[in-house]
């Protein structure tokens, strides 16, 4: 019996596989965005990401990398221009990094984003997507200077003090003076602090020698309260004529309420030391998020756009459907934002954290709004939820906010565990979001739906609410 035939798509897809190099120049009509803002486009089936392409162009890219399963390319030149790119406004934006979109019209990105959760639902999930509703981005009005925080590494260039942004793929410090999406009051304090440290001749850490003092300027200010607070993270504990460098900050920059320091003696990229000393003024200051306050030490944990905060946590809570009856956990609590946001839903709120400043801060922000029905706790929720349930305390609903590694594997299992009514996720990373989503429905959940918060305009960073619900 003669066999059927059978297409050898193998010896097909080898053949459409085709080896690039680099310096080589390709034709690409670019698909989509990928998850850090590049376009993506197919050169025979292999999958190219070029930086600064965007959806609907078609270019001519230069392989910048070429691997097996992808390649980077960089613009040579484009052939057909999409309608949404626009001229970046930032005079840096091709040095600093910090942005990826500032070439794209508002309204496009936040289209963009929306289609980046779905890619990354499409890629880890089992959902049928075509049948799952993510809702439009929700993006801000005026999304330019929205950013409360900065943390700027400091160098020598020239002879003079810099601070700003490493350039992408590289240790070399980009120079901030008036970053456009930093809040005025830190770009301020960044360009006298720079000055001051100049002036006083103050030893500014070399990070290849691993020697000198002034690591990072760090600076947080308060949208509504308008206090301002300082770090100086150091490679040594002693500053050297330190009374002489507050004195000069007190005279020059009177809008510091706080001023902190860090100490940071290790060879690593992370910006905090464990240990803190207090300088001089406050050692916290407070910030406002509609009716609520809130005390912030240095090192606690705060979203960087409050504007969008309210935007996000009532997105939360509206994810909640809280009726007054519910027991709430607010895992990865942090200063107990999300969790006080809830409060007059709840029953009673029990959050936890694993830095201990940011526990103390939580009950601090509990006890000054008279919520005496808030329990905090320093460690993690994959060990308090067992214990509390143990103790005869079921939640009803979870509430995670996880860093962009997505939530640890013994807490997904824990909450799983534990089954709680609803598990509301904040998330700001759409692929490890996917991820954890996947592993809550093959235990009986079932998505309600997923709302993406623009939190970071200009940038490829988006945020978002996800409701489930035991099904």
Known sequence: MKQPYKRNTKARDEKQSVELKVGQKIPLTIKRLGINGEGVGYFKRKVVFVSGALPGEEIVGEVAKAGARFTEAKISKIRKKSKERIEPPCPIYDQCGGCQL?????????????????????RHTKLNMEKQVIQPTIGMEDPWYYRNKSQLQVAKKGGRVIAGLYAMNSHKVIDLSACMVQHKATNKVTRVMKQILSDLNVSIYDERKHRGLIRTIVTRVGFETGHVQVVLVTNEKEIPRQNVLIEEIKKRLPEVNSLMQNINGNKTSLIFGEETV?????????????????????????????????????????????????KVVDAYCGVGTIGL???????????????????????????????????????????W???????????????????????????????????????VYVSCNPSTLAKDVEYLRTKGYKVDNIQPVDMFPWTAQVESVTVLSKS
């Open 278 to 326: 207090h300088l001089d003024g406050e050692e916290v200051i407070e910030e406002k998020l509609g009716d609520i306050s809130f005390e912030l030490s240095a090192r606690a944990f705060f979203q960087l756009n409050p504007i969008q905060t309210v935007k996000l946590y009532n997105e939360a809570k509206r994810a909640a459907k809280l009726t007054g009856t519910e």
């Open 102 to 122: 500032q070439h794209m019209e508002y309204q496009a990105t936040l289209v963009s984003k929306q289609d980046i959760i779905r890619q990354a639902f499409e």
């Open 385 to 423: 939820l067992p214990k509390w349930v143990k103790e005869g305390w079921k939640p009803d609903v979870v509430v995670v906010d996880p860093p962009r590694t997505g939530c640890d594997e013994t807490l997904l299992r824990t909450i799983t565990g534990v089954k709680p009514k609803r598990v």
């Open 341 to 383: 946001w809830l409060a007059d839903g709840a029953e009673e709120v029990r959050g936890m954290d694993v830095i201990e400043a940011s526990i103390i801060d939580a009950r601090v922000n509990a006890d000054k709004h008279g919520y005496d029905h808030f329990t905090y706790e320093v460690g993690t929720a994959e060990e």
